[in-house]
């Protein structure tokens, strides 16, 4: 269909309105990171000027920034791992068995999912309390396993639900355990989709802020964490170090997103519109 | 298939049994603790142990106007927030599906701030607003506009966050209404164009109700989503300025994390569980999914 030259000016325009307010934002944050003192009040704000990256090395090298960096790859990484392992495992049995009470069973997995975090913020800090992990990466992953394997769960069941039945039967007359099964054949076919899964869920984990908050408070802080105490401590005024902060906490998700977007974005489609 | 039931059978409880009995260790379970708190008194700042007060706490919910406070702009965040969002995310999705060069990169773009960690979205958006160094009042004044207080006022403060909020969630809506303008037909569009068809009649008529769908999940997404907003409010206001933007988690954390009412602030999640619960039946009903 042939549009009128006005309409194709009238859309690039919206487009380049629509990339200004989505990126801006994010430009921003990087220009005040590399702002010195003297330029950061300036009025106008200045746009152009000489970069320092020296509170980037500052906080990484004399704060130990990066000690909060590892717990957050820590944290995200084996809190992924265990959600994928639990979570592949329940999702095959979701699509490979009709047991009686499946489907409430699968409800009852979506609606742990439901409910806001706050709701187990105090038991699972008692519980925390009580087995003597306060502070710990430990503490973290524990909790974090919890909120993701429903999601899992979720996205996996529509992976192996395309894979035809016909595979788990043929190797089963073949003697081999259902286990073999898969491990061997059912895991390999449908990696591509624990990937994406497993990309989003560590994106998620690094996301989460309010259980890190609570179950940590020195040793154990995770990267969000971080921002948020130096945010609180420093009463917002160094501007310049916070938006270092925001800028490093940021930076494995806008490299996943690079690199890794079309997993990422079919991992999110699979999780909201299966409904 | 007799001997494949079986066989399958053999094998379930060992796929199944460590998720649920993980999630009913670390999901289920604290929320039955929860419902058991929400009837007791615990100070940690004065007590080791909870003690049963019966129904106390809720009795003294119904007078605190503090709560109903954050109630109330929980629920006005959740509408306004959607509303912006649907109807942003609903054009921004029109706008996008036509098959242009570059198109998919800008795409790409647009979906960023949705990954983007809240924490820092809070960040961005405090330096966006703020009135030394932020540059949208001075953007403002460029045009003409007297400067806005942003967060720092009581009337503004929520509007800037829902602001932030649409900032990294229109994204969301748009990749699935997106998804869902993908299964239109091109030929009935085609179709209702030769049969003289405006604009405004392909949208009302073809595209509205093939994402209808999508637009009611969404708005289910996104209203459970309101009652879980924590994290840029944390750092953009911290609930302030007086109490203006405190919403309910914010006041659970702070009750319990801060005055350490932790019975208290129990019987405050038991009650928000059942305004979503509330809320989500409504929805469900009254839009027939």
């Known amino acids: ?275 | 298939m007799d001997m494949m039931k079986k066989y399958l059978r053999s094998s379930l409880f060992l796929f199944l049994a460590p998720a649920l009995v993980y999630l009913f260790i670390w999901r289920i379970v604290p929320v039955f603790y929860t419902v058991y708190l929400s009837f007791t008194e615990w100070n940690l700042l004065k007590a080791n142990a909870p003690s049963w007060i019966g129904l106390d706490n809720y009795i003294y919910i119904l007078s605190d106007g503090r709560f109903f406070n954050s109630l109330k702009i929980t629920i006005l965040f959740l509408i306004l927030a959607t509303a912006v969002e649907v109807i942003a995310g609903m054009g921004i999705a029109v706008l996008l599906d036509r098959k242009i060069r570059g198109i998919e990169v800008i795409k790409g773009l647009y979906l960023i701030p949705m990954l983007i960690t809240p924490v820092v979205v809070g960040t961005i958006w405090y330096i966006i607003f703020h009135s030394k160094i932020g540059p949208l009042n001075y953007l403002l004044m460029v045009v003409g506009i007297s400067p806005v207080k942003w967060l720092d006022s009581p009337t503004t403060a929520l509007y800037s966050i829902i602001i932030a909020d649409a900032w990294q969630w229109t994204p969301f809506v748009v990749l699935l209404v997106l998804a869902a303008l993908q299964t239109v037909s091109v030929e009935l569009y085609e179709a209702a164009k030769m049969d003289g068809a405006s604009a405004t009649q392909l949208f009302r008529f073809i595209t509205l109700p093939s994402i209808k769908r999508v637009l009611l999940i969404v708005a289910i997404i996104r209203g459970m989503d309101a009652f879980r907003i924590f994290d840029t409010v944390f750092i953009m206001t911290g609930g302030g300025p007086a109490s203006a933007t405190e919403v309910a988690s914010m006041l659970v954390y702070r009750t319990a994390f801060q005055f350490f009412k932790l019975g208290y602030a129990s019987a405050m999640v038991i009650i928000l569980l059942c305004v979503i619960s509330a809320f989500t039946w409504i929805y469900v009903r009254t839009l027939r999914i």
């Open chain 1, 1 to 275: 269909m042939r549009e009128s030259a006005s309409k194709k000016v009238c859309i690039v325009v919206l487009l380049i309105l629509l990339m200004i307010f989505t990126l801006f934002p994010l430009y921003y944050l990087f220009l005040t990171s590399v702002k010195t003192a003297g330029v950061m009040f300036d009025v106008p704000p200045k746009f152009f000027f000489s970069p320092s990256f020296s509170e980037y090395v500052n906080m990484i090298v004399n704060h130990k920034y990066y000690r909060y960096y590892l717990n957050s790859i820590l944290v995200s990484f084996f809190s992924t791992l265990l959600c994928l392992v639990f979570g592949t495992f329940g999702a095959f049995a979701f699509s490979a068995f009709r047991f009686m009470g499946h489907k409430f069973l699968f409800l009852i997995i979506l609606i742990t999912r439901m409910y806001p975090p706050v709701t187990t913020l105090i038991p699972v800090f008692f519980a925390i309390q009580y087995m003597g992990l306060h502070d710990t990466r430990t503490a973290v992953i524990l909790a974090y396993t919890g909120f993701q394997i429903p999601f899992v769960i979720w996205i996996m069941r529509a992976f192996f639900e395309d894979i035809p039945r016909d595979i788990i039967e043929s190797a089963s007359l073949d003697g081999a355990t259902l286990l073999t099964t898969f491990r061997k054949i059912i895991v390999p076919l449908s990696l591509p989709g624990i990937l994406a899964t497993g990309i989003l869920v560590f994106v998620l984990n690094w996301n989460e802020f309010l259980f890190a908050l609570v179950l940590t408070s020195y040793v154990a802080k995770t990267a969000p964490v971080a921002v948020a105490s130096f945010a609180e401590t420093e009463g917002m005024l160094q501007w310049g170090t916070l938006s270092v902060l925001g800028v490093l906490t940021i930076f494995p998700i806008l490299i996943i997103m690079l690199f890794l977007r079309k997993y990422l974005i079919k991992g999110l489609l699979i999780g909201a519109v299966k409904g």
